[in-house]
Protein backbone atom coordinates (compact mmCIF):
# COMPACT_ATOMS: atom_id res chain seq x y z
CA UNK A 1 0.00 0.00 0.00
CA UNK A 2 1.19 3.59 -0.68
CA UNK A 3 1.87 5.89 2.29
CA UNK A 4 -1.30 7.96 1.49
CA UNK A 5 -3.56 4.88 2.22
CA UNK A 6 -1.37 4.00 5.25
CA UNK A 7 -2.10 7.62 6.36
CA UNK A 8 -5.85 7.27 5.49
CA UNK A 9 -5.88 3.71 7.16
CA UNK A 10 -4.47 5.00 10.21
CA UNK A 11 -6.71 7.67 10.39
CA UNK A 12 -9.94 5.60 9.95
CA UNK A 13 -8.96 3.76 12.97
CA UNK A 14 -8.00 6.18 15.30
CA UNK A 15 -12.15 6.99 14.98
CA UNK A 16 -13.28 2.86 15.02
CA UNK A 17 -16.78 3.16 16.18
CA UNK A 18 -17.48 6.65 14.43
CA UNK A 19 -19.64 7.31 11.48
CA UNK A 20 -16.82 8.27 8.74
CA UNK A 21 -17.03 8.79 4.96
CA UNK A 22 -15.14 5.18 3.58
CA UNK A 23 -13.88 5.53 -0.04
CA UNK A 24 -15.12 2.52 -2.05
CA UNK A 25 -11.51 1.11 -1.89
CA UNK A 26 -11.58 1.45 1.51
CA UNK A 27 -15.29 -0.36 2.38
CA UNK A 28 -13.70 -2.87 -0.10
CA UNK A 29 -10.90 -3.78 1.96
CA UNK A 30 -12.62 -3.74 4.93
CA UNK A 31 -15.00 -6.09 3.83
CA UNK A 32 -12.11 -8.50 2.68
CA UNK A 33 -10.21 -8.49 5.86
CA UNK A 34 -9.63 -11.79 8.09
CA UNK A 35 -10.37 -11.05 11.78
CA UNK A 36 -10.47 -13.97 14.55
CA UNK A 37 -14.54 -13.01 14.42
CA UNK A 38 -14.99 -13.48 10.46
CA UNK A 39 -15.93 -17.15 9.41
CA UNK A 40 -14.29 -18.42 6.67
CA UNK A 41 -15.48 -20.70 3.86
CA UNK A 42 -13.88 -24.66 4.55
CA UNK A 43 -11.80 -25.16 1.96
CA UNK A 44 -12.24 -27.61 -1.01
CA UNK A 45 -9.12 -29.59 -1.35
CA UNK A 46 -8.43 -31.44 -5.13
CA UNK A 47 -6.13 -34.68 -3.64
CA UNK A 48 -5.76 -36.91 -0.76
CA UNK A 49 -2.31 -38.37 0.20
CA UNK A 50 -3.00 -41.33 1.98
CA UNK A 51 -6.31 -40.33 3.17
CA UNK A 52 -5.61 -36.84 4.03
CA UNK A 53 -6.89 -33.86 2.19
CA UNK A 54 -3.79 -32.03 0.52
CA UNK A 55 -3.90 -29.19 -2.20
CA UNK A 56 -6.81 -26.80 -1.75
CA UNK A 57 -8.41 -25.60 -4.87
CA UNK A 58 -8.04 -22.03 -5.98
CA UNK A 59 -4.35 -21.47 -3.80
CA UNK A 60 -1.14 -21.15 -5.03
CA UNK A 61 1.04 -24.25 -4.23
CA UNK A 62 5.07 -24.48 -4.27
CA UNK A 63 7.04 -28.02 -4.04
CA UNK A 64 10.64 -26.81 -2.89
CA UNK A 65 13.39 -29.39 -2.02
CA UNK A 66 16.64 -30.17 -2.47
CA UNK A 67 17.69 -31.32 -5.76
CA UNK A 68 16.99 -35.08 -6.25
CA UNK A 69 14.54 -35.09 -3.69
CA UNK A 70 11.49 -35.80 -5.69
CA UNK A 71 9.68 -32.63 -6.37
CA UNK A 72 9.24 -33.88 -10.31
CA UNK A 73 7.91 -37.36 -9.66
CA UNK A 74 5.33 -35.97 -6.92
CA UNK A 75 3.98 -32.97 -9.35
CA UNK A 76 3.65 -36.30 -12.21
CA UNK A 77 1.62 -38.22 -9.81
CA UNK A 78 -0.25 -34.86 -8.81
CA UNK A 79 -0.73 -34.58 -12.91
CA UNK A 80 -1.57 -38.22 -13.46
CA UNK A 81 -4.67 -37.82 -10.43
CA UNK A 82 -6.19 -35.25 -12.81
CA UNK A 83 -6.48 -37.46 -15.47
CA UNK A 84 -7.09 -40.90 -13.52
CA UNK A 85 -8.52 -41.48 -9.80
CA UNK A 86 -6.01 -43.33 -8.07
CA UNK A 87 -2.38 -43.02 -8.38
CA UNK A 88 0.16 -44.31 -6.03
CA UNK A 89 -0.82 -42.54 -2.92
CA UNK A 90 -3.00 -40.30 -4.41
CA UNK A 91 -6.35 -39.59 -5.08
CA UNK A 92 -8.16 -37.26 -6.74
CA UNK A 93 -11.41 -35.66 -4.76
CA UNK A 94 -14.20 -34.68 -6.92
CA UNK A 95 -14.84 -35.60 -10.91
CA UNK A 96 -14.64 -31.95 -12.42
CA UNK A 97 -12.13 -31.46 -14.89
CA UNK A 98 -8.82 -29.68 -13.64
CA UNK A 99 -7.12 -26.87 -15.37
CA UNK A 100 -3.57 -26.67 -14.37
CA UNK A 101 -0.63 -24.36 -14.57
CA UNK A 102 2.62 -26.16 -14.02
CA UNK A 103 5.95 -23.52 -13.64
CA UNK A 104 8.94 -25.57 -13.27
CA UNK A 105 12.61 -23.51 -13.12
CA UNK A 106 15.87 -25.16 -13.19
CA UNK A 107 19.19 -23.90 -11.95
CA UNK A 108 20.41 -23.96 -15.64
CA UNK A 109 17.63 -21.39 -16.31
CA UNK A 110 19.07 -19.10 -13.70
CA UNK A 111 22.62 -19.02 -14.98
CA UNK A 112 24.25 -15.94 -16.45
CA UNK A 113 25.83 -16.34 -20.12
CA UNK A 114 29.25 -14.43 -20.08
CA UNK A 115 30.66 -14.26 -23.66
Known amino acids: ?3 NVMSQLDAELEHAGEETALSPKMLMLEQL ?3 PEKQLKPMDFLFQLFGKPCFPRRELVAITGKAKS ?3 FVTSMLMACCQNRDVLAFQRI ?3 PFRVLWYTRSKAT ?3 RTS
Open 1 to 3: MNE
Open 94 to 96: GDE
Open 110 to 112: NRH
Open 70 to 72: GKT
Open 33 to 35: RIT
